[in-house]
């Protein structure tokens, strides 16, 4: 149970711990990713069954294969880019956020899904570990009620230099300490708000991981909207070295 210590350490110890986080400097994850999203933009199955690595401490992330079996993606925030295993470059952007259609209804090219995919895995991929580092402020929120428990609440402003869905994102945690929703403004797609929900936890190297991950829509009343998948996450294995 919580007792009356920082919520960032909670939140870090129940998920394996900072030491033992910072004994790897990057992980590789096998997933499924599916939801509306994709149709909407024009790229149904184009994740349907990925991997992805990533830097744990600087924001590069590849997932691989990607719209072919000998392409993969290359992401930072400052350039996205589709090359080959041996680096020969497919298709490249330079400041890729600043590319994105106004028009929720418009369609994606391949370098905006890298782009917004390569961002989206390393933020959820490294949380709660990286509120602990220079740059992000996080600020406890009173706590809320759902699912029947008792949800305590952490406001994380990320620093500019980190690509993300937005600068200040919610997290909530249970009695365990462990990450259950998420909200945040998908900026990108400028559609409005998110919740995303996490569980079916796993533990692979000692830390531990949400395999299941399910994004909707939220209202500006903070209605969940759970008619519609967004977007849909299932973790098959992650490996940190």
Known sequence: MFDMCDLVTVATEAHGGLARFNQFSSA???????GSLWGLKGQEGILSHTAVSLDL??????????TAPH???SFTPQRVAVETYAGEVAAERFDP??????????AWDDLHVAYFAG????????????????????????PVTEQGQKWRRLKVTFPDHIATHSQEQVFYFDSDGLLRRHDYTPEVINAGLAAHYVGEYRKFDGIMIPTRRR??????NGTVFRDVELVTIDIESVLFI
Do not use: I
């Open 215 to 220: 994004v909707y829509r939220r209202g500006e």
């Open 71 to 73: 392409l993969r993606t």
């Open 57 to 66: 401490y600087r924001q590069s992330v590849s997932h691989f294969p990607f």
């Open 119 to 142: 961002y989206a895995m390393w933020t959820y991929l490294t949380a709660p570990f990286t509120f602990t580092r220079p740059g992000f402020r996080a600020v406890e929120l009173s």
């Open 97 to 106: 956020r600043a590319s994105f259609p106004a028009d929720v209804r418009a």
């Open 28 to 34: 590789t994850a096998h997933l499924r990713v599916g």
